[in-house]
């Protein structure tokens, strides 16, 4: 089971600490009595999905034996105007660098980390539309 537990500390200012030990702060802007001193917990999902994708991505690129010297993933939500204002739309760019890398198995490895193995997007599915493309970068 997984676990966290979070820290109100001042402020809009409070500190995440996962079962794993490390810890992360989130913070609010000054419109809503916050210092700007971390990430916003709606821009912590976007990383956890853009990190949950990543990892499964550059793995199986690895055993595929594929040269990988790069990845980049870009993810935008949109969020609904009325509140709770959940993300209605999750759009996800794959940028993956190497030398000589297969376009089929760049496009095998994103597709499984979206349809099979990826947790997050999992979570996620069913309250936001998730689109996915990647693109190929040739390393010099």
């Known amino acids: 089971m997984a676990i966290a537990k979070i820290k109100y500390t001042d402020g809009m200012q409070f500190v995440g600490e996962a079962g794993s030990g490390h ?3 989130m913070d609010g802007d000054a419109e809503v009595g916050g210092s700007n001193t971390g990430m916003r917990p709606m821009e ?3 990383v956890g999905l853009g990190g949950c994708s990543g990892m499964d991505v550059v793995s199986i690129l ?5 040269n990988v010297t790069g990845v980049e993933i870009n993810v935008q939500g949109k969020k609904a105007e009325d509140y709770p204002q959940k993300y209605t739309d999750i759009d996800i760019e794959f940028v993956i660098t190497g030398k000589g ?3 089929e198995a760049v496009k095998r490895a994103v ?3 979206m349809d ?3 947790s997050v997007k999992a979570t996620l599915e069913g ?3 998730i689109n996915f493309t990647y ?3 040739e390393a010099s």
């Open 23 to 25: 810890a992360i702060v």
């Open 44 to 46: 912590l999902l976007l």
């Open 62 to 66: 690895k055993k595929k034996r594929e």
């Open 101 to 103: 890398l297969s376009e």
């Open 111 to 113: 597709q499984l980390s």
């Open 116 to 118: 099979k193995y990826c």
């Open 127 to 129: 309250s936001a539309k």
């Open 135 to 137: 693109k190929i970068v």
